[in-house]
């Protein structure tokens, strides 16, 4: 028995019937064409079997005081493991219907926190595989690491694999001694005081900050302005949009402007937002604040729990341009990452904590409403790479339903996955009643950076591109020359022998 750590409890406490704290992804697999009637039933004899592996084998229980630990138990995978059919034709709208359907209830708590679904009947001879797993067992990226471990390189592979299956890798064995345990210890409780004056320091710039002695470098709490996104959910309803891009693209914008890929997704996430807002009438005079998540997860660390930060990200000005509207983006992200990397995880984890803490506080009490932390929660991941294949299935599409965060209505995650983009968009009808409004403008935004960039990209490098031209020019034609006296010579030669 383990106790949770606040960060994973504090997922708990924030729950409500209308404000749900569990993580639900989806992909969509297309059936090998000679087990086109026997891959499901394989499939779910294989994931209703075998063992389970940590988190997915706790469940938990509560002590006194509202503290809560996991229990290890052995989970009934015929509970767990869920199949049901999408009626013909088996549209992907269908299936965006019944993953909406599917993911509004909340957990059941006497139960370990997570359920499956196998979703079989859509079009082209494909199936879904959806997974609900509660935030406090598991962040955003210990879950795509495990996604990213189940599934195989190779059409070849036929190993029938999910997230709760114990891995073929070993663990670390923790050192038997007490001696090491102990050095461990003491090295930590050396680098106490250091973190309480890291903590300290980072209290008083906030307070400089708050006082405007010093210069903002992210938002600060309660200070964001109230939008449409601010609307929160009165019911357990959400509504979910999502699109494709390319990577290539979105790398070839970053390469043009100098900037990141997450820069390049931030900015025109932000211009579709205020596209948004102008399109409802309902426009705002200060920029959105994005709540932005981190992950701080060790290489080599296993994939439960939480390892995450968070920061308050200042987004672009609401009439910007969409190109000054990527420098100021990057500006603010710089700022952050820079005064974060100062401190260590443990500082960074609390002041997520407190971040989450004032998200709430509009949910719970009339006097906050008109001041909240956040317009939103914006999130980044990084999927698995290249062709992925579930014992021999292609997998063709990897879409999330965002968690819609308290005290905001609107979550936009991103998630790259092979070659693409995947965005998806999750909301509450009273903040976002129509998401795929939403992505088409993000990919509007799309389009109207690459006219920016390119355009600057030509224009700011003109007259050096004209010397280079003229240079590669001229040297062209004296090879060109070269070429040509070569046989001339040559044949005065052989005239003069005759």
Not at 183 to 202: E, F, H, M, T, V
Request: with cysteine; hydrophobic share 45%; glycine share 6%.
């Amino acid at each position: 028995m383990s106790k949770l750590s606040p960060v994973d409890l504090s997922f708990l406490l924030l729950e409500a019937p209308s404000r749900q704290m569990h993580m639900t992804a989806y992909q969509v697999f297309r059936l090998p064409p000679r087990e086109k009637k026997t891959f499901i039933p394989r499939l779910l004899a294989a994931y209703r079997s075998g063992p389970v592996a940590k988190p997915f084998n706790q469940k938990l229980k509560w002590l006194d005081k509202g503290v809560a630990s996991w229990e290890t138990i052995q989970p009934d995978l015929r509970y767990h493991v869920r199949h049901l059919a999408v009626p013909a034709p088996g549209s992907m709208q269908s299936l965006s219907e019944i993953v909406s359907f599917l993911n509004s209830p909340l957990l059941d708590r006497s139960m370990p926190l997570w359920e499956c679904y196998i979703i079989e009947g859509l079009e082209d001879d494909q199936f879904a595989i959806m997974v609900k797993v509660h935030h406090a067992m598991i962040d955003g990226m210990g879950a795509m690491k495990l996604f990213d471990q189940c599934i195989g390189l190779s059409p070849t592979n036929k190993a029938m694999n999910s997230i709760w299956m114990p891995l073929d890798k070993p663990t670390k064995a923790r050192p038997r001694s007490g001696r090491p345990q102990a050095q461990s210890l003491l090295s930590r409780l050396g680098k106490l005081p250091a973190d309480l004056l890291q903590i300290g320091a980072g209290v008083a710039e906030l307070g400089a900050q708050n006082l405007r002695l010093k210069p903002s470098a992210s938002s600060l709490p309660f200070a964001a302005t109230k939008t449409l996104f601010n609307n929160v959910a009165t019911s357990s309803e959400r509504r979910y949009g999502s699109c494709e891009i390319p990577l290539a693209t979105i790398k070839s914008l970053a390469n043009a402007t100098g900037t990141t890929v997450n820069d390049i997704l931030m900015t025109v996430i932000d211009h579709a937002l205020h596209g948004y807002l102008a399109a409802h009438a309902a426009s705002t005079t200060k920029p959105l604040v994005a709540l932005m998540a981190m992950s701080i997860r060790a290489e080599g660390t296993e994939a439960s729990g939480n390892q995450v930060a968070a920061e308050l990200v200042p987004m672009g000005k609401p009439d910007a341009s969409v190109s000054d509207r990527l420098q100021q983006i990057q500006t603010s992200v710089n700022q952050i990452k820079h005064s974060s990397a100062k401190l260590p995880s443990a500082v960074r984890q609390l002041y997520a904590m407190l971040l989450f803490g004032s998200t709430t506080l509009p949910d719970v009490a009339a006097a906050f409403r008109s001041m909240p932390s956040i317009n939103l929660v914006i999130s980044n991941m990084r999927g698995p790479q290249g062709q992925r294949y579930l014992a021999g299935a292609p997998m063709v599409a990897f879409q999330g339903c965002p968690i819609v965060p308290p005290g905001a209505g609107l979550n936009v995650s991103f998630v790259s996955v092979n070659d693409m983009i995947c965005l998806g968009v999750g909301a509450s009808p009273e903040a976002v009643a129509d998401p795929y409004q939403l992505t088409r403008l993000i990919m509007a935004a799309v389009s109207d950076l690459e006219k920016v960039a390119l355009k600057g990209k030509a224009g700011s490098k003109k007259p050096a591109a004209r010397k280079a031209a003229a240079r590669k020019t001229a040297r062209k034609k004296q090879t060109a020359l070269k070429a040509a006296a070569k046989p001339r010579r040559k044949n005065a030669r052989a005239k003069a022998r005759v």
